[in-house]
C-alpha cells in the first residue's frame, strides 16, 4: 500500500513539474508577472509556492529511496523515484525566474548572479540522479547506496551556494 502512495506521489509531482516548467526566466508581463514561452503568467509567489512544493515532494522521494537502499528490498523499485529526481533536476532552473526571489523564498541572490553555476549544479543533480537509477536497477544495494550518496552530495553543494541555511 506504501508503494501505491508513493507512485501516486510521483506521478502528482510529475504533471506538477509539466506545468510549471512554462515559466521562463527574463520575461514579465507588465503586471510584473514572469512570463512563459506560450504567453502563461504566474504571479512570483506562486512560482516560489510552487517550487517549494517540488522541494518538499523530492525530500519525500529521497527519503523513500534511502529507506529502500536501507531495507535492502528489490532496489529496482527505486529507479522510478530516482528517474523522477532526475526530471525535477532539469525543471529547477525554469522555477527561479527573475523576479522570484521573494521574502519567502530561501534562495540566495546568487541564483541570478552565477546562473550558470546554478544551472551546471542542477545538471549535476540530474546526472546524478539518472546515475542513481542505473545503478539501483541492478539490484546492488552497495553501489545504490554509494550512487545515492554521490546523488546527496550535489543536492548539498547546492544548497551551499544558494540557498539560505
Known sequence: MKSIGI???LVGFGLFG???VSAESGKHAEEGKPVGANGVTMAAE???AARRAGYFLSTQAIGQIKAGIEEGGDL???RAG???LANWAKAIPTLFPEGT???SSRALPTVWTD???FE???EAYRQAALKLAETAETGDKEASNAAFMAMAGTCHACHQSYREK
Open 18 to 20: 509539466a506545468v510549471v
Open 115 to 117: 546562473r550558470e553555476g
Open 7 to 9: 507512485c501516486a506521489a
Open 76 to 78: 529496482r523499485r527505486t
Open 101 to 103: 526571489n521573494l521574502e
Open 46 to 48: 506562486d512560482i516560489v
Open 82 to 84: 530516482a528517474m523522477m
Open 120 to 122: 551546471a549544479r542542477a
